[in-house]
């Protein structure tokens, strides 16, 4: 926490160890020291201890500790999700990730696997992309699984330019109206529209 967040006769959830899933102990703080340093009297697991604390160890306000280790938990979930599903943040899919959601522009987030941002942000995002509404849009955070297949449509998208060349640059207002006009399953795709074009 915060020097500034902390006020004395409060308790808070203390962690020894600063890493994910270590166990929280109950301290209430007594008075400020110095710099990043508390006189903390522990509450559990040894009552009545006396000693010194920095703001660094105090995690939450007591009150708080649920809330904070379900949202722990959370992360930890998704992010063995994606481990499961081959992602790896080194990988050179991921650093187009970065590098995509960096110039985005929006207030969006994309931090080892997981995007955030807000409902709205996300929605402009996917408009802008002219992604189809995933199944779980309740979903707050899109799994890495759904990351890589945006990517590959993007993928797709330039390829299919590429290998059109210069007749497509010539005139693109020719491939515009297929690529937005639907058919009975819905819009084409851009593989469909590649191979009725040669």
Known sequence: MLKSEIQPGTDYALREKREIGAPLQRVRIIEHIRKNKWKAQWIEPNPGLLDYVESGQLIVPWKERKAFLREE????????????????????L????????????????????????????LARVKTRAQVLAPKFIQRPTPTFRTLIERENC?????KLLNSLGNSAQRSPQRFLPQLKAPNENGPKRLDDLAKNTW
């Open 154 to 158: 993007i993928c797709r998208s330039m």
């Open 94 to 121: 991921a650093k187009a990730l970065y590098e995509i959601f960096e110039n985005v522009g929006d207030d969006i987030s994309f931090y080892r696997g997981v995007l955030r941002g807000s409902q709205e942000a």
């Open 73 to 92: 938990e959370s992360v930890e979930r998704l992010r063995n999700h994606n481990r499961a599903l081959g992602y790896e943040d080194d990988s050179p």
